[in-house]
C-alpha cells in the first residue's frame, strides 16, 4: 500500500512539474510548489460528478490543487465549503439560474459558508490550479460544483486531517 502511495505521488509529481513548465519558464517557478500538498481532481464525463469523493490533507497544509476537466462537454468549477454547509450553498448555487451576473461571477454565489474558490469556469480540456491553506480545524469539508443543479451529484468531501 505504501510503495502504490509512493509511485502514485511520483507520478502526479511529474504531471504538475509538466504543468508547471507549461505555465512558465523553469527559472520562474514558484518555490512554493516543493513543500505544498498537490492534490487532482477530475471530472467524470457527462455524468456530473467529480472523479474523486474524497480528498485529504492535512489542517493548515498549503495546497495545490489541480482541478481538470479533460472530457467533458460540460463547464465546471470548484468550491470548499463550511462542514454541514452543503445543501444550503448548493441551494444558492441552484438560484443563480435567474442571475444576470452569474457567468460574470463564474457561477459561485454570495456566502460566508465558502472557504475556496476556483479560479474559473473549467470547460473541456481546461484547468485550474486553486492553491489554498487547509482548514486549520480537522473535519469533513464539502467541496461541490455550483454549475446551477450540479452540486447534487458534483460533489465530494476535503477530509482535514490533524
Ligand atoms: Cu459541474
Wanted: charged content about 25%; hydrophobic content about 45%.
Amino acid at each position: 500500500m505504501k510503495k502504490l502511495f509512493v509511485s502514485l505521488f511520483a507520478a502526479l509529481a511529474g504531471v504538475f512539474a509538466l504543468i508547471a513548465q507549461d505555465a512558465k519558464p523553469a527559472a520562474d517557478a514558484k518555490p512554493a510548489a516543493g513543500d505544498a500538498t498537490k492534490l487532482m481532481l477530475g471530472v467524470v464525463p457527462n455524468v456530473m460528478q467529480y472523479d474523486k469523493k474524497e480528498l485529504t490533507v492535512k489542517a493548515g497544509a498549503k495546497v495545490m490543487l489541480l482541478f481538470r476537466n479533460e472530457k467533458c462537454p460540460l463547464q465546471h468549477n470548484f468550491i470548499l465549503l463550511k462542514p454541514g454547509t452543503k445543501d444550503a450553498v448548493g441551494a444558492l448555487a441552484d438560484k443563480m439560474l435567474t442571475d444576470p451576473e452569474a457567468l460574470k461571477k463564474l457561477y459561485y454565489p454570495d456566502s460566508k459558508d465558502i472557504l475556496v474558490k476556483g479560479t474559473k469556469l473549467v470547460g473541456i480540456g481546461q484547468s485550474d490550479l486553486i492553491e489554498f491553506t487547509a482548514p486549520a480545524e480537522a473535519g469533513d469539508y464539502p467541496y461541490i460544483c455550483t454549475f446551477p443543479g450540479h452540486w447534487r451529484l458534483m460533489n465530494g468531501v476535503l477530509k482535514v486531517t490533524k
